[in-house]
């Protein structure tokens, strides 16, 4: 099994920034890609950011120059930096994590999701 645990949601203003993370625990063998999605009210889940085992990265066009995705391989962590924050980026954020676990069998885990809210 493995589990994600999510963390750094909450309220800000317009304007601000927020960090999340994801860690990962379990019977991991190895991870390949990390990402973030977030849902709006009424909206469907969509991508966010997505990093490879390579350190690659892909955004969704309304986040690029704003938005940062990294990892931390020694962790099995994701963090999303988030700059410049607008109302519109009001949504649940879940984090989905690739790779394969113990006994070599390939996991593919979304985590429970948290609530970032920009106020205007």
């Known amino acids: 099994q493995v589990q994600l645990v999510e963390s750094g949601g909450g309220l800000v203003q317009a304007g601000g920034s927020l960090r999340l993370s994801c860690v990962a625990s379990?019977?991991?063998?190895?991870?390949?890609?990390m990402a973030w999605y977030r849902q709006a009210p009424g909206s469907q889940r969509e991508m966010v950011a997505v990093?490879?085992?390579?350190?690659?990265?892909n955004y969704a066009d309304s986040v690029k120059g704003r938005f940062t995705i990294s990892r931390d391989n020694a962790e099995n962590t994701v963090y999303l930096q988030m700059n410049s924050l607008k109302p519109e980026d009001t949504a649940v954020y879940y984090c989905?994590?690739?790779?394969?676990?113990?006994?070599?069998?390939?996991?593919?885990?979304w985590g429970q999701g948290t609530l970032v809210n920009i106020s205007s």
């Open positions: 989905n994590v690739l790779g394969r676990r113990w006994p070599n069998r390939y996991f593919d885990v």
């Open positions: 379990g019977s991991i063998l190895s991870i390949n890609a």
């Open positions: 990093i490879t085992s390579g350190s690659s990265t």
